[in-house]
């Protein structure tokens, strides 16, 4: 290569360098080995290293522990297929800071090829305040729901109510003198009982003051119960974990699952024509594993994508930290699987 050549190639190098350094997200170049070859001053801010420290670093160690071993096959499986994609599409990502402290982030690799050597540059972003404001939403949302519960039941049922005792009156008072609109009337009376009736038990949905004062399991198999009830389905729950799981499982992630075990129930209701569901919490190897399995009509693969359910639930488990998978065929029924990262202590 002749000295003009070589001028270019430096001043193409310097400007690539001078865009890395001025990038606002965390940039990591590394080798097909692992090796770090280059980072931005904001990457140092983000994982708390020195520049000096990365470049005597691999790449897998700013990967958690518990994703650690499974990292190498995943460098050589974009290696192989070397294109710029989102790493993790469809989970959440963790990174770790010099610390130890973990950290959820998102991720986009690309290829840098010279020659025969192909490195990657992952543009990382550090998404705590995100994560921070989705579980404040949350929590708004799930006290707007509880405030609308109250009302329910505080307000509507009990007019709801009135309005029974009165009709009930009127019934009767025709009962003598017309009894064909007494009979009329005997069905708005059962009509508003029956309103009454499905109102209380919305509002016990948005209010599941079970949850708060018995804890997930018991508020799992009462709501087990109370779809046996309103629909006559068999809704059977398998508890295949310690009872100290109340105890230590936190509020706000008791409450995400109970709302996606909810959510699934009343999917499988409505949509899937089934006969029986089965729910099921159990500890398995470190990780809380929540199934919900019907035995109904299933659906077309990806249908799940479209439904506005399916969307909540995947956030909900997301703002927890928990992955949350649907396996469907059609006439094979649907299984929800929600796997939180657990032990208990």
Not at 127 to 155: A, F, M, P, W, Y
Request: one cysteine or more; charged letters at 30%; glycine letters at 6%.
């Amino acid at each position: 290569m002749n000295a003009p050549e070589n001028e270019k190639t430096d001043i193409v190098n310097d400007r690539f360098r001078a865009v890395v350094e001025s990038a606002p997200n965390g940039i990591v170049v590394a080798s097909r080995g692992g090796e770090i070859t280059m980072v931005n001053q904001r990457a140092e801010e983000m994982f708390g290293y020195t520049r000096e420290e990365f470049m005597a670093m691999s790449v897998d160690q700013l990967v958690p522990d518990r994703f650690r071993a499974a990292h190498p096959s995943r460098r050589d499986s974009f290696h192989a297929n070397p294109r710029p994609r989102s790493m993790g599409a469809g989970r959440d990502l963790y990174a770790v800071r010099k610390g130890g402290e973990e950290f959820p982030v998102e991720i986009a690799l690309t290829p840098l090829v010279e020659g025969d050597e192909t490195q990657v540059l992952a543009s990382i972003v550090d998404i705590t305040q995100r994560k921070r404001l989705e579980v404040e939403i949350v929590r708004i949302s799930e006290n707007e729901q509880r405030r609308i519960g109250q009302d329910l039941h505080d307000d509507l049922c009990s007019q709801l109510s009135g309005i029974g005792c009165l009709t009930k009156v009127i019934e009767q008072n025709l009962a003598r003198k017309n009894p064909e609109e007494a009979e009329l009337v005997k069905k708005v009376t059962e009509m508003v009982g029956q309103a009454g009736v499905r109102a209380r038990e919305i509002a016990k949905g948005l209010v599941p003051t079970v949850l708060e004062t018995k804890g997930l399991l018991r508020a799992i198999s009462d709501l087990a119960s109370r779809q046996r009830d309103l629909y006559g389905i068999n809704c059977e729950v398998n508890l295949d974990v310690s009872s100290r799981l109340d105890e230590q499982l936190p509020s706000h992630v008791a409450v995400q699952l109970y709302r996606i075990t909810q959510e699934a129930v009343a999917n499988a209701i409505k949509h899937s024509d089934c006969d029986t569901i089965v729910v099921t919490l159990a500890l398995l190897e470190g990780s809380l594993e929540l199934t919900i399995r019907d035995d109904g009509k299933g659906m077309q693969p990806n249908d799940e994508s479209e439904g506005m359910g399916f969307f909540t639930m995947k956030r909900r488990a997301e703002i927890v930290g928990a992955a949350l998978t649907v396996s469907a065929a059609i006439s094979d029924g649907t299984e929800i699987r929600c796997s939180l990262p657990f032990a208990l202590i």
